[in-house]
């Protein structure tokens, strides 16, 4: 349990349908990304929030759009997915100081596929 | 650009030891993390280095030369559990994370 929540678990979408991911953190932080984890690839920052603030856009396409209606809580709205979007998704938070290191604290992620 | 190599896959003996590099390049520096990653779980903070040196804690530890731009995990005493990905991660001058690939550890008994 890393105090940051991750729901579904696993989604499968048409291309034309309309589907939301929601992260939920726990643990107070003020800050909170979204990142897309490929096979064999490195974690490709998509969005961050600093206190619900979008402040990093790591020029995604617009199917995907980010809501953060407060620090907790994060969304990724997804519309007219292709099917190379299929990936884990990872939601993380951290805090302001970051405590000790600044270590990012991971939820479990959605599988996402793409049919 | 930026960039950050470590291997795709070592397996190991239970019991024995394992290191697994991670060599940078980035543009500036503001510390390396390791993070551990089984199937189907979240990524979790393993160490974090800044200063040149060696990092204990427990059976795991991480060294980091930053003149080299290298790091690497040490894990000792491998249990089955262990069997995870290894991502290592750099934090460059603009406070940004940039990812490896992970390193995908096999145990075997």
């Known amino acids: 349990e890393t105090g940051v929540t991750q729901t579904p678990r696993h989604l499968v979408m048409g291309m034309t349908n309309k589907k939301s991911l929601k992260c939920e953190q726990h643990l107070g932080h003020n800050a909170m990304y979204w990142y897309k984890q490929s096979a064999k690839k490195p974690l490709e920052l998509m969005f961050v929030y600093n206190f619900k603030e979008q402040t990093e856009n790591n020029s995604v396409p617009s199917r995907f759009s980010p809501e953060c209606p407060n620090s907790s809580h994060l969304f990724l709205h997804l519309h007219t997915l292709q099917p190379e979007d299929s990936a884990l998704y990872l939601c993380?938070?951290?805090?302001?100081?970051?405590?000790?290191?600044?270590?990012?604290?991971f939820g479990e992620g959605s599988r996402l596929t793409v049919l | 650009g930026q960039n950050i190599d470590q291997p795709t896959e070592m397996t190991a003996t239970e019991g024995a030891i394992v290191q697994i590099n991670c060599t940078y390049q980035t543009s500036g520096f503001n510390g390396l993390f390791w993070y551990q990653q089984h199937a189907g779980e979240a990524p979790t903070f393993l160490s974090y280095n800044v200063l040149d040196g060696l990092e204990e804690k427990g059976r795991f530890s991480s060294f980091l030369s930053r003149s080299k731009g290298y790091s690497y995990l040490l894990l000792k005493e491998l249990q089955m559990k262990d069997s995870a990905s290894y991502l290592c991660?750099?934090?460059?001058?603009?406070?940004?994370?940039?990812w490896g690939a992970g390193t995908k550890l096999i145990i075997k008994p």
């Open positions: 993380a938070s951290r805090g302001q100081a970051g405590g000790e290191t600044g270590e990012l604290f």
């Open positions: 991660a750099v934090m460059d001058s603009n406070y940004q994370l940039i």
